[in-house]
Nanobody, 118 residues
Framework: QVQLVESGGDSVQAGGSLKLSCVAS????????MGWYRQAPGKQRELVAD???????INEDFAKGRFTISRDYPKSAVYLEMNNLKPEDTAVYIC????????????WGQGTQVTVFS
């Protein structure tokens, strides 16, 4: 079973930046999405961004213009660079990958906490 390990979460002042990393223990084919979701206390999990060889999806409500997703395909790793962080970005950021070719299944990381204070 592929596992996802995240790192990079931290507490940061508003306006600051963080870069999150997620590495898979097995191969994630480039056609399958890898990405990031987030979940704040009392709120539903929401997509931040995901990426494949051909498509990048980013949540236009809050991430566009501030967050950048990138991926290292040989390493099966995905990164999220977050700039101009706001207190409302405080959440657990969770890595996601769709694993498998015929019937991809969702695999989730354990999450990394991002706290933005004003």
């Amino acid at each position: 079973q592929v596992q996802l390990v995240e790192s990079g979460g931290d507490s940061v002042q508003a306006g600051g930046s963080l870069k999150l990393s997620c590495v898979a223990s097995g191969r994630i084919v480039g056609a399958n999405p890898m990405g990031w979701y987030r979940q704040a206390p009392g709120k539903q999990r929401e997509l931040v961004a995901d990426i494949t060889l051909t498509t990048t999806t980013i949540n236009e409500d809050f991430a566009k213009g501030r967050f950048t997703i990138s991926r290292d395909y040989p390493k099966s790793a995905v990164y999220l660079e977050m700039n101009n962080l706001k207190p409302e970005d405080t959440a657990v950021y969770i890595c996601n990958a769709k694993v498998g070719l015929r019937s991809p299944v969702d695999v989730w990381g354990q999450g990394t906490q991002v706290t933005v204070f004003s």
